[in-house]
């Protein structure tokens, strides 16, 4: 469909770092183990989109000219 793939992961990383943290958070005042746990599978799930929203970045960076690529050598 000719859309950037970038800043969908990208948004899909920082919502699960975040809710890694809000876990933790939660944790610390319930010391419930499953919590834990969850929060170990959002980490997992993070990274993974971290690594994808790398490669989709490049791939999107390697289609831009002028502006757009000085902008996204800055980013």
Same mark, same amino acid.
């Given at each position: 469909?000719?859309?950037? $793939?970038?800043?969908? /992961? ?12 809000? +876990? ?10 499953? +919590?834990?746990?969850?929060? @170990? /599978?959002? =980490? ?6 971290? +690594?994808?929203?790398? $490669?989709?970045? =490049?791939? @999107?960076?390697?289609?831009?000219? #002028?502006?757009?690529?000085?902008? #996204?050598? $800055?980013?």
């Amino acid at each position: 469909m000719r859309h950037p $793939l970038h800043p969908a /992961i990208t948004d899909a990383t920082v919502g699960g770092y975040t809710a890694m943290v809000a +876990l933790d958070v939660f944790y610390l005042f319930s010391r419930d183990a499953t +919590l834990v746990r969850a929060a @170990d /599978i959002v =980490l997992v799930f993070s990274l993974a989109t971290s +690594l994808l929203s790398v $490669l989709s970045g =490049l791939t @999107d960076w390697g289609e831009m000219y #002028g502006e757009e690529r000085r902008n #996204g050598m $800055l980013h």
